[in-house]
């Protein structure tokens, strides 16, 4: 128990910091997939075990600044990048008129691609839904998955959210207002030099990109008994006041055959309790 408390302790010290500024050493580049060159981050000793981190809609690699140095520290190299139609990858796609699943699983594969050692993969709320995808089309690329925060489930995804189940009855233009007007009112209290950055982010991604992935968030496939099928570790990751219910993660995971981590806090584990997080991920990489 030492290690876990000492672990909560400095999640409970964490101070607001600027989330432009990721580690020295961080190599900042793009990698070509379909959607065209996508922004990239990259630390680590090119040496060790690869960690892909995919950040969820609305979302961008800085969100997993927090967990980038302790990864590193712990023997990882580790990555990230923006989704097509997000922040610093704002003008990749899309390819069909519209933003759709293809597109993004597509786009994973080929970060994957780019380098030959298969990844411990990380997808963050709909980067899960991506890494599922993912990992199920080109199992070969990928060591361990692990989802983090992400819907469970499959289908309209917004119907199980607790108390906003009333968007499954919405277009998705009008549920992504929704959303954004959270954001912009600061509904979830962020520190002031985050809710600045997400708002700065916010400001980057086309309004018509957010209502795509929202759209695609509302008739999500079902690949749980692919993703179950799967010979490689497996975790759910979230926080214990999620969006959705922990009763739902705790049905997905056994659905998925995964083991469940538990974090104080909501939806965003990695950045309100990155060192926990990590001692579980580094748990499974190395299982």
């Excluded at 925060?149 to 277009?171: E, W, Y």
């Excluded at 692919?226 to 056994?254: I, N, S, T």
Aim: overall charge negative.
């Amino acid at each position: 128990m030492t290690t876990i408390d000492e672990d909560t302790r400095r999640d409970l010290a964490l101070a607001d910091i600027d989330w432009h500024v990721f580690p020295a050493g961080t190599v900042h580049d793009r990698v070509m997939a379909p959607s065209g060159a996508l922004a990239r981050v990259r630390l680590g000793d090119p040496g060790a075990g690869r960690v892909v981190l995919v950040p969820g809609v609305i979302g961008s690699k800085e969100d997993f600044v927090r967990v980038f140095p302790l990864l590193v520290d712990e023997g990882f190299r580790v990555e990230s990048y923006d989704l097509a139609g997000h922040y610093e990858s704002e003008h990749a796609g899309p390819l069909r008129g519209h933003y759709d699943f293809a597109q993004y699983v597509g786009d994973l594969v080929a970060v994957l691609e780019a380098d030959p050692v298969p990844a411990d993969l990380v997808g963050y709320s709909f980067g899960g839904l991506l890494a599922q995808l993912a990992a199920v089309a080109r199992p070969e690329l990928v060591r361990s998955l692990t989802l983090l925060s992400t819907p469970p489930g499959s289908g309209q995804l917004f119907r199980g959210v607790a108390r906003i189940g009333s968007l499954s009855d919405m277009d998705p233009h009008r549920a992504a207002g929704l959303i954004l007007w959270g954001i912009r009112y600061n509904l979830n209290r962020e520190p002031a030099r985050r809710i600045a950055f997400v708002r700065e982010r916010l400001a980057r991604i086309p309004r018509e990109c957010i209502d795509d992935v929202v759209g695609m968030m509302m008739d999500a496939p079902d690949v749980a008994a692919e993703v179950a099928a799967l010979p490689l570790p497996r975790m759910v990751a979230v926080g214990r006041r999620d969006l959705w219910p922990v009763a739902q993660h705790r049905a997905y995971a056994r659905r998925i055959g995964a083991r469940i981590a538990l974090y104080p806090g909501g939806h965003a584990p990695a950045e309100a309790a990155p060192h926990q997080l990590v001692r579980d991920l580094v748990d499974l990489f190395r299982e």
